[in-house]
């Protein structure tokens, strides 16, 4: 009966949908650096800001994201004393924060967004291809598109991180898909650690995974765990059928796979048909639901021997607890541990926090024999003090200085942009790049800082006649009576449904595809997203969707196993508050060896572009008189030659990874053994993005997860 009357509740909000629609797909956006923001108190408790205590750990560990919290959690859960460091504050029951389907409002909070500044390409002629580029207006604004105001200063292309407790998982998509084993075996093969191996790695997403859309009686149970901490959910096909645009999309996605869709799609309009305002009668939901549903995988994270290599269109599991529909993140489990306490009130477990905590340098003792040894770590204490955060002062020394020691070892877990960053402010890295900065050497490490990864993405967009109705009368809160938000928020309701479309981020297929230049795994993933996603620049919450402009659908095109390794990460100065020069040189710019292998990248994701256009293209409308147009990339960019340059001017990526990177013995540029222990040094190691030698899978999350757990492992290892 409560599904029947939620569902009736959805129809019925669909039909009063406002007819507003956006047609221009152009961007063309003017935000303040620091924009004006709301105002909501959290949701729940949030972790003090103190800087560390006068006192000594066993473990400090440097960055509360993916790689850093899971460790911290893990070492200290075994009783071992740790000090967890984090630049930036705890925001995490904020409502962009925990609500799913808010999280490119995350990513624009000022007190989360570290905005860095990056380059696609060194050639300025290329770079200013980019229609999304960001320039800094002469009125001190952020400008992005392509006719910027007079008199601006081109910057480069935006790309949003984290400064919180829990990293960038306090604003990813919440996609939480497992790597291809090959991406496990093949650091098995390079570091001859059998730990590395597949299925031993998926030991730890066993036992990290708390799954929520399976049973455990189910076949693909032994694949799965049940009493981990991230929570893993898929939502309910109900959510999505009262939108009928939607559902036509989704129709000719599955057609497009070879699904026979007809049948299906006739049923829909006869019960529709039948209606005044043409929305599905809510008695019919569910059995449509359950009938689209059939046409899609719905665990891809299973281990069938042919998962990494099989095409499928299929659901997309997300990190949002059930039924609250809530953000599930290490963010919430390092509370949980360092708010513990024990039946007499006092501490729990020896884990301390420091936040607004930015780590200068690692200290090294000064051996007379053998390796430099960490011993700690120094940092300036106060808010905002990194010049990634808008807030930050641009010039000036602000902070309090301190430092604090470790008696066994420092991990560093900053992310692929900020380890390589704090190694080479610590002396380890390029010893003519730190000479050149006058700082110190500690070990000549050269590939500290190289290796630079990321994925490429790209949008194919429609605009529709109409609004879709899954954001029907969301406010996005922006204003205090937000309906959606107030579904979701409703207490005590263990209905899905009935906490509304706040409860998902909106992708519920995805397409995995092995592309004609693909190698044994997929290297395509294509994502169904009800907005217009164009990639990133300041403000682009202005137009994914708003409360009146929700027309638009985009398939997001991910070119996985990009095989681009060229790009760096270098220090600007010796300031630790300054960002360090970001280059991703894409499709091996500017090396002419690398350009075969950048040629079969453009080639691969211009085949996913064209299976979303040829999607597009082929929609049957559910409703007769509904129409989709394709408006990015516009019509008139349509042969191969067109759609690869424009692959090359517009594609972005924000998975960056490979900077410290793992590798063998005897490679010179390899900075970590197969254990994170940086090499040349003791006590010293790196866990994150930063630690993979390649790349992996589709989206890097879990399989940083899967990472911090083995990292864990070793360390507790070496401890006893």
Request: proline share 6%.
């Given at each position: 009966?409560r599904?029947?009357?939620?569902?009736?509740?959805?129809?019925?909000?669909?039909?009063?949908?406002?007819?507003?629609?956006?047609?221009?797909?152009?961007i063309?956006?003017?935000?303040?650096r620091?924009?004006?923001?709301?105002?909501?108190?959290?949701?729940?408790?949030?972790?003090?800001?103190?800087?560390?205590?006068?006192?000594?750990?066993?473990?400090?560990?440097?960055?509360?994201?993916?790689?850093?919290?899971?460790?911290?959690?893990r070492?200290?859960?075994?009783?071992?004393?740790?000090?967890?460091?984090?630049?930036?504050?705890?925001?995490?029951?904020?409502?962009?924060?925990?609500?799913?389907?808010l999280?490119?409002?995350?990513?624009?909070?000022?007190?989360?967004?570290?905005g860095?500044?990056?380059?696609?390409?060194?050639?300025?002629?290329?770079?200013?291809?980019?229609?999304?580029?960001?320039?800094?207006?002469?009125?001190?604004?952020?400008?992005?598109?392509?006719?910027?105001?007079?008199?601006?200063?081109?910057?480069?292309?935006?790309?949003?991180?984290?400064?919180?407790?829990?990293?960038?998982?306090?604003?990813?998509?919440?996609?939480?898909?497992?790597?291809?084993?090959?991406?496990?075996?093949?650091?098995?093969?390079?570091?001859?650690?059998?730990n590395?191996?597949?299925?031993?790695?998926?030991?730890?997403?066993?036992?990290?995974?708390?799954?929520?859309?399976?049973?455990?009686?189910?076949?693909?149970?032994?694949?799965?765990?049940?009493?981990?901490?991230?929570?893993?959910?898929i939502?309910?096909?109900?959510?999505?059928?009262?939108?009928?645009?939607m559902?036509?999309?989704?129709?000719s996605a599955?057609?497009?796979m070879?699904?026979q869709?007809?049948?299906l799609?006739?049923?829909?309009?006869?019960?529709?048909?039948?209606?005044?305002?043409?929305v599905?009668?809510?008695?019919?939901?569910?059995?449509?639901?359950?009938?689209?549903?059939?046409?899609?995988?719905?665990?891809?994270?299973?281990?069938?021997?042919d998962?990494?290599?099989?095409?499928s269109?299929?659901?997309?599991?997300?990190?949002?607890?059930?039924?609250?529909?809530k953000?599930?993140?290490p963010?919430?489990?390092?509370?949980?541990?360092?708010?513990?306490?024990?039946?007499?009130?006092?501490?729990?477990?020896?884990?301390?926090?420091?936040?607004?905590?930015?780590?200068?340098?690692?200290?090294?003792?000064?051996?007379?024999?053998?390796?430099?040894k960490?011993?700690?770590?120094?940092?300036?204490?106060?808010?905002?003090?990194?010049?990634?955060?808008?807030?930050?002062?641009?010039?000036?020394?602000?902070?309090?200085?301190?430092?604090?020691s470790?008696?066994?070892?420092?991990?560093v877990?900053?992310?692929?942009?900020?380890?390589?960053?704090i190694?080479?402010?610590?002396?380890?890295?390029?010893?003519d790049?730190l000479?050149?900065?006058?700082?110190?050497?500690?070990?000549?490490?050269?590939?500290?800082?190289?290796?630079?990864q990321?994925?490429y993405?790209?949008?194919?967009?429609?605009?529709?006649?109409?609004?879709?109705?899954?954001?029907?009368?969301?406010?996005?809160?922006?204003?205090?009576?937000?309906?959606?938000?107030?579904?979701?928020?409703?207490p005590?309701?263990?209905?899905?449904?009935a906490?509304?479309?706040?409860a998902?981020?909106?992708i519920?297929?995805g397409?995995?595809?092995?592309?004609?230049?693909?190698?044994?795994?997929?290297?395509?993933?294509v994502?169904?997203?009800?907005g217009?996603?164009?990639?990133?620049?300041?403000?682009?919450?202005?137009t994914?969707?708003?409360?009146?402009?929700?027309?638009?659908f985009?398939?997001?095109?991910?070119k996985?196993?990009?095989?681009?390794?060229?790009?760096?990460?270098?220090?600007?100065?010796?300031?630790?508050?300054?960002?360090?020069?970001i280059?991703?040189?894409s499709?091996?710019?500017?090396?002419?060896?690398?350009?075969?292998?950048?040629?079969?990248?453009?080639?691969?994701?211009?085949?996913?572009?064209?299976?979303?256009?040829?999607?597009?293209?082929?929609?049957?409308?559910?409703?007769?008189?509904?129409?989709?147009?394709?408006?990015w990339?516009?019509?008139?960019?349509?042969?191969d030659?067109?759609?690869?340059?424009w692959?090359?001017?517009?594609?972005?990526?924000?998975?960056?990874?490979?900077?410290?990177?793992?590798?063998?013995?005897?490679?010179?540029?390899?900075?970590?053994?197969?254990?994170?222990r940086?090499?040349?040094?003791?006590?010293?190691?790196?866990v994150?993005?930063?630690?993979?030698?390649?790349?992996?899978?589709t989206?890097p999350?879990?399989?940083?997860?899967?990472?911090a757990?083995?990292?864990?492992?070793d360390i507790?290892?070496?401890?006893?």
């Open positions: 009966m599904a029947t009357a939620t569902l009736a509740l959805l129809s019925a909000v669909i039909s009063v949908v406002a007819e507003s629609v956006s047609e221009s797909a152009d063309n956006v003017t935000v303040p620091t924009p004006t923001q709301n105002n909501y108190p959290p949701n729940g408790p949030q972790l003090p800001s103190n800087p560390p205590g006068n006192k000594s750990y066993e473990y400090i560990v440097v960055g509360s994201g993916a790689g850093g919290a899971p460790i911290a959690a070492l200290a859960l075994a009783g071992h004393s740790v000090l967890l460091v984090e630049a930036g504050g705890d925001h995490g029951t904020l409502r962009e924060v925990e609500v799913p389907s999280y490119i409002g995350a990513s624009e909070r000022n007190e989360l967004n570290w860095y500044i990056t380059r696609h390409y060194t050639n300025e002629t290329q770079t200013r291809r980019d229609r999304k580029l960001t320039y800094l207006t002469p009125d001190g604004e952020y400008y992005s598109g392509a006719n910027p105001p007079e008199g601006s200063q081109m910057l480069g292309n935006y790309y949003p991180r984290v400064g919180g407790l829990g990293g960038c998982t306090e604003h990813f998509a919440l996609i939480s898909i497992l790597p291809a084993s090959n991406d496990w075996d093949n650091i098995k093969q390079l570091t001859g650690d059998q590395w191996d597949a299925q031993n790695m998926r030991g730890y997403f066993k036992k990290l995974e708390k799954n929520e859309y399976l049973s455990s009686k189910d076949n693909d149970a032994k694949a799965h765990g049940f009493s981990g901490w991230m929570a893993s959910s939502e309910p096909m109900a959510l999505y059928v009262p939108d009928l645009k559902v036509s999309v989704f129709l599955a057609s497009a070879g699904s869709t007809t049948s799609l006739n049923t829909i309009r006869k019960y529709v048909s039948g209606t005044a305002d043409k599905l009668p809510s008695n019919y939901t569910a059995g449509i639901a359950n009938q689209l549903s059939e046409f899609f995988e719905y665990d891809i994270n299973n281990d069938s021997p998962r990494d290599s099989t095409e269109l299929s659901r997309i599991p997300l990190a949002v607890s059930s039924p609250d529909g953000r599930s993140s963010r919430n489990w390092i509370y949980e541990i360092a708010t513990a306490k024990n039946a007499d009130g006092s501490k729990k477990y020896a884990l301390d926090v420091a936040l607004h905590t930015l780590v200068t340098k690692v200290d090294f003792d000064t051996p007379v024999n053998g390796k430099p960490a011993t700690g770590i120094n940092y300036l204490y106060g808010e905002a003090l990194y010049r990634a955060d808008p807030r930050a002062n641009s010039t000036g020394d602000a902070g309090t200085p301190g430092s604090v470790a008696t066994r070892e420092v991990i877990a900053g992310g692929a942009f900020n380890s390589p960053q190694l080479k402010l610590s002396g380890i890295g390029p010893a790049e000479s050149k900065l006058e700082i110190p050497v500690v070990k000549d490490l050269p590939g500290v800082g190289g290796n630079l990321d994925r993405e790209v949008g194919v967009s429609i605009a529709a006649s109409s609004n879709f109705t899954l954001w029907a009368n969301c406010t996005f809160i922006t204003t205090a009576d937000d309906p959606c938000y107030a579904a979701w928020s409703a005590n309701n263990t209905d899905v449904l906490h509304g479309p706040y998902t981020d909106g519920a297929l397409l995995f595809a092995r592309s004609s230049v693909a190698g044994a795994d997929h290297d395509l993933w994502g169904g997203v009800p217009l996603f164009q990639g990133f620049f300041p403000g682009m919450s202005r994914v969707v708003t409360p009146t402009s929700q027309n638009f985009t398939w997001v095109v991910l996985a196993h990009s095989r681009n390794n060229a790009g760096s990460v270098n220090l600007t100065s010796a300031d630790p508050r300054d960002t360090p020069r280059t991703f040189r499709f091996g710019e500017g090396d002419a060896g690398r350009q075969a292998d950048a040629d079969l990248d453009v080639k691969a994701a211009v085949e996913g572009m064209k299976w979303g256009i040829k999607v597009f293209d082929s929609i049957v409308p559910v409703v007769e008189g509904d129409s989709f147009e394709r408006v990339p516009p019509k008139e960019v349509s042969s030659e067109q759609l690869e340059q692959v090359r001017d517009e594609a972005w990526g924000h998975h960056a990874s490979c900077t410290c990177p793992i590798g063998a013995d005897d490679d010179p540029m390899a900075v970590l053994d197969g254990q994170f940086v090499r040349g040094v003791e006590g010293l190691r790196v994150d993005a930063s630690a993979f030698p390649k790349i992996p899978g989206f999350t879990v399989a940083i997860y899967m990472l757990e083995k990292a864990a492992a507790l290892a070496d401890a006893k």
